[in-house]
């Protein structure tokens, strides 16, 4: 069993969790650590960082850009491991990023910098589950990672269920089958999340890839445990009408509303 | 079963496999569990074959060339792909692939193309069948291959432009990717070379095979070599599939070395690459010491990609196939060869396999297949930029 900063926020708190995710080194490379104070400071329950990848193929427009000049500003698994040793944070932490760049750094390396530096989680939308089973599972649970794996309203239900068995984080229900923040509005997936939570699943259900406002959020949030804001974050620092950390705490608090 | 054929997991020795997105999860799925049984069964053959003859035009010729033969000291054989409807061997592949998407239902496809004959092949037989197409292109090769977006437009599909990236092959591949993911359901993607999460490399590497198939057939016992150029590698691999267990057969992979592989402007993956995933499959690719991909140059706008099929990837870690690269110019000087010794103006892709004939070391009872991919009409730009024609 994994213990872990994710493992108990979900043993205290199991409603209403607001994830945001931001892509390591952008706008300006040492961004990730004045972002994920503030989102720490504003109330956030979980962050997810991504590391930028040259050819993210899971990611839409905004991501895609965000990734493309955070790799011009020098970003780099290496420049984030050394970015978050030097930055105290008790928020779990999940890494989001393609498998190539993590298979080249060497898995075993990246997991025992992931530990080392405060990193709770895993998600790599192309690292399948049949080959992190058979490959990779004893490495990330050695050192106490979560790994994450996505959902669709097109995955089966028994899929699911065997996602679930493997999960020991969360799942990732991913609310209409897109590449992140392409749709414009956050449909209304009321009856798959439904469907989803009536399975009973062991884990927590956090729902992501559309939401945008604080009414996206309270949708989600009535079906299931939790939901993730990635795209709309970034674009709302990508131009910030005041400082960083104003706009990352006023967006926060537009969502909480608090 | 080959050691050189893929195995019940998807790969070829330690390269291939499908590292997709859960979100493509249902799609590969589908497909591996039905190209087999579909590709085998009587009415998909009986289609395939008719549309390949009565279409498609097959067989192609194999042509003797007596004046490149005279001028390398070698029978020099041609294997007339540039002869099939939409002049590349990039429709073999187009038509499996839309029999076996009406197969599964599907009303809409999709596909990425780097010079656009694999975008006009698979326009033609959308068209043919009547089902919606849409092709994603660099906005670099938009340019490039003009005569080829026009020829998708005139058959009614649509050209979206990729504007990420080198704005080439492997960026309209990453857009195709997501359009897929966008549409779980009603689509199907028609990967044009044998790249991609299993068990897209498997499966056009039988559609493409007919091509070595034709060649067994056409020769009266077996050749020296068989030479192909390489982009993603469809065309070497239908020309090597009937020969990967006959040792004598030498096969001879040409990618492009763009500017030289001793520059940054290049294309030799094989040459230069390391093992990585791409594209959902792993093998091995151009890429930094980070695993961020390297952007490709070359002039031809077909073998302007980072990486390469696994099962090539695999030939070549296991040593039964070659591969050498020749440069931008080395290609322009081949296609003006060809052009004049035989009368046959070649594709720019097709041109780099021509170049390696002089560095063959090859002997007067050598019998030398070289498979000629495509027809140089697309390129006429090119030549005409380049080798001032006008
Ligand atoms: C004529 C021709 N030859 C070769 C290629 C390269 O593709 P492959 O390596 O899959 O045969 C292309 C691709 O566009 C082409 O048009």
Not at chain 2, 24 to 46: C, H, M, R, T
Not at chain 2, 315 to 336: F, G, H, I, P
Not at chain 2, 371 to 389: A, H, P, V
């Amino acid at each position: 069993m994994i213990s872990n900063k994710l493992t108990h926020l979900f043993n205290r708190k199991s409603t209403d969790l607001l994830n945001i995710f931001f892509t390591a080194g952008y706008p300006k490379l040492e961004d990730t650590t004045i972002i994920l104070n503030e989102l720490e400071k504003s109330g956030v329950d979980l962050i997810e960082i991504g590391i930028p990848f040259s050819d993210p193929l899971a990611d839409g427009p905004t991501i895609q850009e965000s990734s493309k000049i955070a790799l011009e500003n020098g970003m780099s698994i290496e420049v984030l491991f050394n970015q978050l040793e030097t930055s105290k944070h008790d928020v779990p932490v999940l890494l989001m990023g393609y498998f190539n760049p993590v298979m080249q750094y060497g898995i075993e390396h990246f997991c025992k910098r992931c530990k080392e530096v405060g990193v709770d989680g895993l998600i790599i939308p192309d690292l399948p589950l049949e080959v992190y089973a058979s490959q990779y599972k004893h490495l990330f649970e050695k050192y106490d990672l979560c790994n994450v794996f996505l959902v669709t309203p097109q995955t089966s239900t028994n899929r699911i269920k065997q996602i679930d068995e493997f999960s020991n984080g969360f799942i990732y229900a991913v609310s209409s089958a897109s590449t992140t923040g392409t749709k414009s509005n956050f449909d209304d997936a009321s009856e798959y999340l439904n469907k989803l939570k009536s399975l009973n699943l062991k884990s927590p259900i956090l729902t992501g890839f559309n939401i945008k406002t604080r009414e996206n959020y309270l949708a989600a949030c009535k079906h299931v445990n939790g939901a993730i804001i990635g795209s709309e974050f970034i674009r709302q620092i990508s131009n910030p009408k005041s400082s960083l950390q104003d706009t990352v705490k006023d967006f926060v608090s537009s969502i909480k509303n608090d | 079963m080959s050691k050189y054929q893929v195995n019940e997991q998807g790969f070829y020795g330690e390269f291939g496999g499908a590292f997709i997105p859960e979100l493509l999860y249902p799609n590969i799925e589908e497909l591996k569990e039905n190209y087999l049984a579909i590709e085998k069964s009587e009415s998909f053959q009986n289609e395939f074959q008719q549309l390949l003859k009565d279409y498609v035009g097959r067989p192609t010729p194999l042509f003797l060339a007596q004046r490149l033969s005279e001028k390398y000291g070698a029978e020099i054989w041609l294997k007339r792909e540039d002869l099939c409807h939409t002049g590349a061997h990039k429709v073999n592949n187009t038509i499996g692939q839309i029999l076996l998407a009406q197969r599964l239902g599907k009303k809409r496809i999709i596909a990425e193309t780097g010079a656009g004959q694999h975008g006009v092949a698979t326009a033609t037989v959308c068209a043919l069948k009547g089902l919606d197409c849409i092709v994603y292109m660099g906005e670099k090769d938009i340019e490039r291959q003009a005569p080829n977006v026009a020829r998708m437009k005139m058959l009614g599909a649509t050209v979206k432009p990729a504007t990420s990236g080198s704005k080439t092959l492997k960026d309209a591949t990453n857009e195709a990717m997501r359009d897929w993911i966008n549409n779980p359901e009603d689509t199907h993607y028609i990967i044009g070379s044998v790249v991609g999460p299993h068990p897209y490399p498997d499966m056009v590497a039988r559609y493409q095979s007919v091509i070595s198939q034709e060649i067994k057939n056409q020769m009266d016992g077996l050749p020296d070599y068989v030479i192909a150029c390489v982009g993603g590698g469809s065309n070497a691999m239908g020309a090597f599939y009937h020969f990967l267990d006959d040792p004598s057969v030498k096969l001879v992979g040409v990618e492009a070395a763009g500017l030289g592989i001793h520059t940054d402007k290049t294309a030799a993956t094989l040459n230069l690459g390391t093992p990585g995933v791409l594209h959902a499959s792993r093998s091995i690719m151009m890429q930094d010491k980070d695993g961020q991909v390297i952007e490709p140059h070359s002039i031809s706008a077909g073998l302007d990609y980072p990486g390469i099929g696994p099962a090539h990837a695999w030939l070549k870690v296991s040593e039964r196939a070659q591969y050498m690269a020749v440069t931008d110019e080395d290609a322009l000087k081949a296609a003006v060869e060809c052009s004049r010794l035989e009368g046959i103006i070649p594709a720019l892709e097709t041109a780099h396999a021509f170049s390696v004939l002089k560095d063959l070391d090859l002997k007067s009872t050598d019998r030398v297949v070289i498979n000629l991919s495509g027809r140089g009409d697309k390129d006429m730009n090119t030549y005409m930029n380049e080798l001032n024609l006008k």
